[in-house]
């Protein structure tokens, strides 16, 4: 545990730091995200019989009416975290939303975390969702570990699997672990690290076997082929050379851990690996510097709303990252957004089933706060000194629309309700400087749906969308105020305003929009926009 062979020399504050890890789960629909996260909670002892994740999901659709869309189609559209304790370390795990229409909420969760387990279903090596997620963690340099699901199953060549991931994701690979025997036959594996093999259907403890001794490796794991088994155990310590922390913590290597999820088999090493590589809450950049986990000053940020947790009070969770110092229940904090001072007297850890009052958190943890709308995605809160962090970030809608209410009495509560709504980052908003009713935007289909669902079941209105002249937004600014005044004057039937009031021009097309970039050189069409 490198991080911790310090810990003795340093303060309270940073031991606490020091044994966090908070990560997230990338994968494709069905490579076994859920499956895992269940098997990790079980490691963590904080549920007791695995199959509760999915328990829980189903049990809180049918105390809400707007998750009805997801139990209809039957995908999982809530974001939430889960912390569990493992052999002295506390993990923060932040799910994430499966179907790529709710993707925003993927990229906001993954700011909020300090690596990711890549899940690769063994049969299908690296699919078109895990690519997509794999490439935001590199623009953030979010170390990744690769966990190999379905070993259990007839999959592909381990090599193979490698090699794609190496030339696929540009990443080199180090296995940490080497499957035994495949599909029907698969026995367990080789811990490369250790020097011991695992046997997938036995309680045992490891057995030591030296690489290279394919006699006790035969004596250990008699239904495999010991002889090619030890070949490529060999081959793969040649081929691979030896894990690099640094090149890892940066984002160029991955250890690769080889099991199968539905047997609870591989899922301790991942795990161990874990504790022992992947990083403790890192250094975050805030507008004018970097804050360090370590200080001692309380900041966090906002990186997800979520309401109707809890149908019976109405209430919204803010969930917050804290990137530095420690959290105690009834402090005092400073939303740097609105300079409002708000007292945190129920923050809030979850669990698999629960969530309980959170007395004390430090930076790394991840704790909800219930407000009353007081909180947006993207806020700041801090204990002291006015810091504002960058990079929870808006994406350019994919899709606009017309939000059209046939009652026009209700129009205040249409107006009051979008706001909420985009305030929780359900969908964008954008009021046209022309007066016409408001448009709205997101990057997947079904946020639409969410949207009407909500409107209706919360706030009693009933809406129509309407195709919208529009196809595109981006976020406009220029050099010198004057610059932007003018191009928003004479572009004032195209000029909308975002959430926070920021100017965002409308096209028509892609060729309107390239059209008006090449009149205007000085403007600056954004895609997107990092909240701050
Ligand atoms: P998710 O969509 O990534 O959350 O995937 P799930 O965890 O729901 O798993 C998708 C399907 O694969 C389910 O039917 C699981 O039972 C199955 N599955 C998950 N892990 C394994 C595994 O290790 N081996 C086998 N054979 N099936 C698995």
């Known amino acids: 545990m490198n991080d911790l062979s310090h810990a003795s020399t340093s303060s309270p504050l940073a031991r606490e730091v020091e044994r966090r890890r908070t990560f997230a789960i990338i994968s494709h629909p069905d490579a076994g995200k859920t499956t895992l996260t269940e098997k990790l909670l079980l490691f963590g002892g904080a549920i007791q019989l695995a199959g509760q994740v999915k328990a829980k999901a189903d049990r809180r659709n049918t105390r809400s009416d707007w998750m009805s869309i997801e139990r209809e189609r039957g995908i999982s559209v809530v974001t939430s975290v889960m912390t ?15 179907h790529e229409d709710f993707s925003e909420d993927t990229y906001r969760t993954l700011t909020a975390v300090d690596s990711a387990v890549m899940v690769i279903d063994a049969a299908k090596g690296i699919e078109a969702r895990t690519r997509k997620l ?26 193979d699997l490698l090699d794609e991931i190496e030339k696929t994701l540009a990443l080199s690979t180090v296995p940490m672990t080497w499957p035994l025997g495949r599909g029907r036959d698969f026995a367990g594996t080789y811990d490369l690290q250790a020097g011991h093999v695992r046997l997938l259907d036995r309680d045992t403890a490891p057995i030591p076997v030296t690489a290279g ?44 851990f080889f099991g199968s999820a539905i047997k609870n088999f591989g899922v301790g090493d991942l795990l161990k690996g874990l504790g022992d590589y992947a990083p403790p809450p890192r250094d975050q950049a805030a ?13 966090a940020f906002v990186f997800k709303i979520q309401a109707n947790m809890d149908p019976n009070h109405r209430d919204r969770i803010a969930f917050v990252r804290l990137c530095s110092g420690k959290l105690t229940r009834g402090m005092k904090v400073k939303q740097v957004r609105t300079g409002k001072s708000m007292s945190l007297n129920a923050p809030q850890f979850f669990f698999a089933q629960d969530r309980a009052l959170a007395e004390e958190a430090y930076a790394g943890d991840v704790v909800g706060i219930p407000n009353h709308g007081a909180l947006r995605i993207g806020d700041t809160l801090t204990e002291r000194e006015d810091i504002a962090f960058l990079g929870v970030p808006s994406f350019a809608p994919e899709i606009l629309r ?5 009652d026009a009495m209700k129009a205040k509560k249409l107006r009051d309700a979008l706001q909420d709504l985009a305030e929780e980052g359900v969908v964008q908003v954008f009021r046209p400087r022309d007066g016409s009713p408001a448009l709205v935007g997101v990057v997947g289909a079904l946020q639409l749906d969410v949207l009407q669902n909500r409107l209706e079941a919360e706030y009693g209105l009933e809406i129509r969308f309407e195709p919208s002249e529009f196809a595109l937004a981006r976020w406009i600014s220029a050099p010198t105020k004057q610059e932007l005044e003018s191009f928003v004057t004479s572009h004032s039937f195209s000029i909308a305003e975002d959430l926070d009031g920021d100017p965002v021009f409308m096209a028509k097309s892609a060729f309107d929009l390239r059209y008006q970039g090449e009149r205007s050189p000085a403007i600056v069409f954004a895609d997107i926009k990092d909240v701050k």
């Not at 493992?86 to 499966?98: A, H, I, S």
């Not at 699901?149 to 592909?156: F, I, L, Q, S």
């Not at 017309?402 to 046939?406: S, Y």
Request: charged letters at 25%; glycine letters at 4%.
């Open 84 to 98: 569990f304790e493992y052999q002295g370390l506390v993990f923060n795990l932040l799910d994430t939303p499966g």
């Open 134 to 159: 794999f490439e935001v963690c590199r623009l953030r340099d979010i170390p990744i570990v690769t966990f190999i699901n379905k070993m259990d199953r007839e999959g592909r060549d381990p090599f």
């Open 213 to 256: 001794d394919s006699a006790a490796l035969a004596a250990a794991v008699p239904s495999i082929d010991a002889d090619t088994a030890a070949e490529e155990i060999a081959l793969v310590r040649e081929a691979c050379g030896e894990f690099d922390l640094a090149a890892f913590r940066e984002g160029h290597m991955t250890p690769v």
């Open 287 to 299: 507008a004018t510097r970097m804050v360090a986990a370590t200080e001692d000053n309380l900041s």
């Open 402 to 406: 017309r939000v059209r209410l046939p």
